[in-house]
């Protein structure tokens, strides 16, 4: 997978080292309801990549003997694994945050009525893709009806509590751009979202993450054929702010593929870059349990300018805005 994109090997980045881990991210699989045009994982409705109940069973080890804090579960659509429940209410009962990287449309699937429910009894956070508050910008990028079936999902988990002020159920956004461009300012997007939702469907959240879309899978197929790859690489790279590496989620974060294999970020897993331990061999979840991981380094290309252009950009949003 990571020879489909040459150009990136070429570039240099600065070199990282791991930090104290308190992050789990998991790949829970890449099948999905939906087929977004910036999914850096190519996710899909015919797509049968997906975890299984011992890879999941090693999963709650590693939490419970590291003792990490959150737990982030990705996909596809991760809901659709048949262990996403178990492992999501085994982690609660361990006093674990559990983040849902939800796209919302998921929650009016048949076979998930009750999924909004079940997010709600086990206070799991909610971060939901919504790329733009109209409705043909988000039709454009995620397919036709998605924007609808968005609106309906948010207005489900509003009635719930989430996102309201008061509650302890939290909804957060992502926003990613149409095309070859950098996000706009996080917070004074933010703002823009939280007054047009509002005051056209009623809907509340918490938080808007603004991410700068990565040069790689089908997004990165779209923009060699479109003559924009160079392009968008140089632009990312030229963008590049130092302070900006201190606060990349790599340094905090690993991830595991529906296989069981470790990577450095949800990003490396899709180019196939591995996290190495001090043996320089590839890591497997089961290593987590006891591996030391404290200073080994990160494994860097030139994509991981995405996340270092501009203001910054992680799976907590903008770098820069989220530590002022």
Request: with cysteine; aromatic share 6%.
């Amino acid at each position: 997978m990571r020879d489909t994109w040459p150009l990136l090997d070429g570039i240099p980045f600065p070199a990282l080292a791991r930090r104290t881990i308190d992050t789990l991210q998991v790949n829970l699989g890449y099948r999905c309801n939906q087929s977004c045009v910036h999914c850096h994982v190519a996710a899909g409705p015919n797509r049968t990549e997906q975890m299984s109940y011992e890879v999941v069973q090693q999963v709650l080890a590693a939490l419970e003997r590291r003792r990490i804090a959150n737990l982030d579960i990705t996909g596809g659509a991760p809901e659709l694994n048949p262990y996403f429940r178990q492992l999501a209410r085994a982690a609660r009962a361990m006093a674990v945050r559990v983040i849902d990287r939800c796209n919302l449309t998921i929650l009016n699937v048949p076979g998930q009525e009750d999924l909004a429910e079940f997010l709600a009894s086990h206070q799991i956070e909610i971060t939901a893709s919504m790329p733009c508050y109209l409705q043909d910008n988000v039709d454009r990028q995620r397919g036709k009806g998605v924007f609808d079936g968005s609106i309906r999902a948010l207005q489900k988990l509003n009635a719930l509590g989430y996102g309201i002020d008061g509650t302890e159920l939290t909804l957060n956004l992502v926003y990613n751009p149409q095309g070859a461009s950098l996000p706009p300012g996080q917070a004074e997007l933010e703002a823009d979202y939280k007054r047009i939702l509002r005051e056209r469907y009623g809907i509340q959240f918490n938080h808007l993450y603004t991410l700068a879309n990565m040069p790689i899978q089908r997004f990165g197929s779209i923009l060699i054929s479109k003559g924009e790859f160079d392009r968008y690489v140089r632009l990312l790279r030229g963008a590049h702010r130092e302070e900006n590496l201190d606060g990349v989620m790599c340094r905090n974060l690993i991830s595991v593929d529906w296989r069981g294999l470790l990577y450095d970020c949800d990003f490396n897993q899709m180019l196939d870059l591995p996290a190495l331990g001090r043996d320089g061999k590839p890591l497997h979840i089961r290593d987590l349990i006891s591996a030391e991981l404290v200073g080994n380094d990160i494994q860097v290309a030139g994509h991981c300018y995405g996340c270092t252009a501009g203001q910054g950009s992680s799976c907590g949003g903008a770098l820069r805005e989220a530590a002022e």
